[in-house]
């Protein structure tokens, strides 16, 4: 590992201080993920900004009127097991649970995980990939079991988070501050696909720092479930994930957010789907409706086309636990 700086700020105005525009300074949260790519030589910044000390990126905080606000710092252990958001925001609290071993839970944080970079085998191996800024990508034509089925290309890497997955469901918000202030986007705004001039997988830029998520209280109108298949049994990426949030009147949904994880670039929206269950009772015949409208533009490559049926039976399971 290159030796850097280590640098622990007071607060967030100094951390902000800290940072710089050309990605020299990294923030260490949890470092689940910054530092394997540190000793793996993806990154090799000159400082790293330990910002586990801030309260202001920590807490959660309920109300009724605002709904709920995550602090960046908050664990996916705190995630998995707090009682308040397993019982108002399930799919959140599922996705949690679900995300890699007890250990990294308690360590692995909410804005970490969602600023993690890709998991694809050619990134992490040093390969001259599209993410890397490179002018193909090799899962086209190499080995491409655990890529993109959907929205495919340039690059064909699928976004790692669980936790993406759930919040874009659940139609949340994240808060950014900057030199400029505080900067709030829609977390499907947040989560970006690679281009030529952004090789990255979201809008974070060089001198923010991810302060907070919230989730709007109109999110409790509703009921959600997050699902995921994983070649392991438990601790594992998915291969397909399934988050889905529905507001019920009687027995007919009248409100639906149905995302795919696992499967694109980006937690994708299945719109077409949501548009067939909006009206519908959550029955069998729905659920399978809205199973093959979910994948119906899947564009499979060599290796992954069992995502497909994979994907399709999650929607089926998600829907029909929903009723």
Known sequence: MRAF???????????????????????????????????????????????????????????????????????????????????????????????????LRNMATLGGNLCQSSRCWYYRGGFPCYLRGGAACPAEQGENPYHAVLDGGPCHTVQPSDLATALVALDATVHLHGPQGERVLPIEQFLTRPEPDHWRLNALGPREVLAEVRIAASAEAGRSVFLKAMERASWDFALASVALWVRVAGDTIRAARLVLGGVATVPWRAREAETLLVGARANPAAARAAAAAALSSARPLKDNAYKVGLARGLVRRAVLELR
């Open 5 to 103: 700086v280590h640098l622990t700020p007071a607060d967030l105005p100094a951390a902000l201080g800290a940072l710089d525009e050309d990605w020299r300074t990294r923030i260490l949260a949890g470092g689940t993920d910054l530092l394997t790519e540190m000793k793996a030589g993806l990154v090799q910044p000159e400082r790293v900004l330990d910002v586990k000390p801030l309260a202001a990126l920590r807490g959660i905080v309920y109300d009724p009127q605002r709904g709920l606000r995550l602090g960046a710092l908050v664990t996916l252990g705190e995630l998995a097991h707090r009682t308040l958001v397993r019982e108002r925001y399930t799919a959140l609290s599922q996705a949690a649970e679900l995300a890699a071993s007890p250990q």
